[in-house]
């Protein structure tokens, strides 16, 4: 079974360019998130979907960071305009939506730097 | 608001000894996990403790859980060099899919 893939790997913008990253979570599973960790610090949490709704937002930073879901399945999270703090890595999450399976499932990660 | 606090951030040991890394959470909470983080890579589930006095262990780790002491440890015993990583514990604050609140990480090095 496939696990939890991010795109990309890496990226490097200048500020005030915008970049979008992707989560495909695993297959079935209804609950995804995302947290971030910049230089230095702990694993933050941004936000929650329970299939294409928004959970819980109140990671997010500001209104620069966007993020959506479509039909419940991968998931974006765009930075318009992006500044130097936002470089960091991104970190997607998914889990079941039942039973012991809560258990989060963590991507690789988007290595974000702001130029 | 839920905080985590993981010590130390740093540890440096030499192979075969035993060390134990310390998580401690401010509020009531049900779900405790720890992750391992080999650089740049994804964080790799160890240990989901659910309960007070959960103890679980894979090779050379043992982590354990005391719900009243709000407090886990993560238990090294005669340490390897593939053990070198961070580790992380992560707080959930309410039972079943809730945000994960992270400590800080152990960063793990273990000497030949």
């Known amino acids: 079974e496939a696990g939890v893939t991010q795109f990309p790997s890496h990226s490097v913008i200048e500020k005030g360019q915008t970049v979008t990253l992707r989560c495909d979570p695993i297959s079935g599973h209804d609950n995804l998130y995302w947290y971030r960790r910049v230089m230095g610090k702990e694993i933050k949490f941004l936000l929650h979907?329970?299939?294409?709704?928004?959970q819980d937002e109140s990671g997010m930073p500001n209104n620069r960071f966007l993020a959506e879901r479509t039909g419940g399945t991968y998931s974006t999270l765009k930075v318009q305009p992006a500044e130097l703090e936002d470089s960091g890595v991104y970190f997607c999450a998914s889990s079941q939506d039942w039973g012991e399976g809560n258990e989060q499932f963590f991507g690789p990660g988007t290595r974000l730097t702001v130029l | 608001e839920l905080k985590v606090e993981q010590n130390p951030l740093f540890l440096s040991m030499q192979e075969g000894k035993n060390y134990t890394i310390y998580c401690n959470y401010s509020?009531?909470?049900?779900?405790l996990y720890w992750y391992r983080q080999d650089p740049g890579k994804s964080l790799e589930s160890l240990f989901v403790?659910?309960?007070?006095?959960a103890v679980k262990q894979e090779g050379r780790l043992m982590a354990s859980l005391d719900t009243k002491a709000r407090l886990s440890t993560l238990h090294i015993t005669a340490a390897v060099h593939d053990l070198s990583a961070t580790y992380f514990c992560a707080v959930e604050s309410n039972f079943g899919n809730e945000k994960l609140t992270f400590g800080t990480g152990t960063r793990l090095t273990i000497i030949p």
């Open positions: 509020t009531t909470s049900d779900r």
């Open positions: 979907f329970v299939k294409e709704s928004k």
């Open positions: 403790l659910l309960s007070n006095g």
